[in-house]
């Protein structure tokens, strides 16, 4: 999935009017991109919502992108890694669970998720937007992604951002047991300080799966990929690290 000179852009998206606004620094302009798309998606139980952010220069690569338990589509998080993604050629579509269209807090049972996650997947390949797809998602919706990707669900690869691997203070309750059942390409963000991943027990789990999983540690990050000051990193080097990681693995796909 090899990138177009996309390596010197960096982008931040904000809502601007009817657009997304892209800065490359290297050109020291804003460039706008095709406005983003408002989506109704059906699935089994009822309709989602979906906005669909296209790159300034597309990869023919499509991200499926599923929010964290406490998240929705547009939240900082969401809209961060959007950016980050668009900015280096990656087409986003990010979507809202059944339960937070509800207006509830508590996430649906994760069959539903995953029924949900599998619906809007088949919506994005009916309107052929890239050639290869790839899933995942923030926290649960990227464990969702990976539940499906157990199941042999078809994708061209499945990216993870701060998986959790255990609830906070919880690290007896591993949710390990399907990891090494997917076979597709992983690659896999966690802090190092991240609660709910325990660097020594991911480690471990890692070592039983396939060369397929990439695990890619981010110093210093917690669950929201957040750095403190004394770090001597900021945010948005962190988010440029995922992004960089992020290129060079699909690169590596071919």
Same mark, same amino acid.
């Given at each position: ?18 657009? +997304?606004?892209? *800065?490359?620094?290297? *050109? ?8 983003? #798309?408002? +989506?109704?998606?059906?699935? &089994?139980?009822? *309709? ?7 790159? /300034?220069? &597309?990869?023919?690569?499509?991200? /499926? ?19 980050? $993604? ?14 937070? #269209?509800?207006?509830?807090?508590? !996430?649906?049972?994760? !069959? ?32 969702a992604a ?7 669900f078809e994708?061209?690869g499945l990216?993870?951002?701060?998986? !959790?691997?255990? !609830?906070?203070?919880?690290? #007896?309750? $591993?949710?390990?047991?399907? $990891? ?5 390409? /992983? ?25 397929? +999983?990439?695990?890619?540690? /981010?110093? #210093? ?22 992004? *960089?990681?992020?290129?060079? +693995? $699909?690169?590596?796909?071919?």
């Amino acid at each position: 999935f090899m990138e177009n000179e996309l390596s010197n852009d960096r982008a931040s998206i904000v809502p601007g009017g009817r657009f +997304w606004i892209h *800065e490359a620094k290297d *050109e020291g302009r804003k460039r706008m991109t095709t406005a983003p #798309e408002n +989506w109704t998606i059906a699935t &089994p139980r009822g *309709e989602v919502s979906a906005i669909f952010a296209p790159a /300034v220069r &597309p990869r023919d690569v499509v991200f /499926v992108a599923a929010p964290g338990a406490g998240g929705h589509k547009l939240d900082r998080s969401m809209i961060a890694l959007t950016a980050c $993604l668009n900015a280096r050629g990656v087409d986003v579509v990010a979507f809202d669970f059944l339960y937070r #269209e509800r207006g509830s807090k508590r !996430p649906d049972a994760m !069959p539903v998720l995953e029924e949900t996650f599998e619906a809007v997947v088949a919506d994005v390949r009916g309107r052929n937007i890239a050639k290869h797809l790839v899933i995942g998602g923030r926290s649960m919706g990227g464990r969702a992604a990976s539940m499906l990707a157990a199941r042999a669900f078809e994708c061209d690869g499945l990216l993870l951002v701060a998986y !959790p691997l255990h !609830p906070p203070k919880q690290t #007896e309750k $591993l949710r390990v047991a399907h $990891l090494a059942d997917v076979r597709a390409p /992983v690659l896999c963000f966690n802090g190092t300080r991240d609660e709910f991943c325990e660097p020594a027990l991911m480690n471990e789990a890692m070592s039983m799966v396939g060369s397929n +999983w990439t695990m890619h540690w /981010v110093a #210093e990050a917690d669950h929201s990929m957040h750095v403190l000051k004394r770090s001597g990193r900021t945010d948005v080097e962190v988010l440029d690290e995922i992004g *960089e990681a992020t290129s060079a +693995w $699909l690169d590596a796909l071919g």
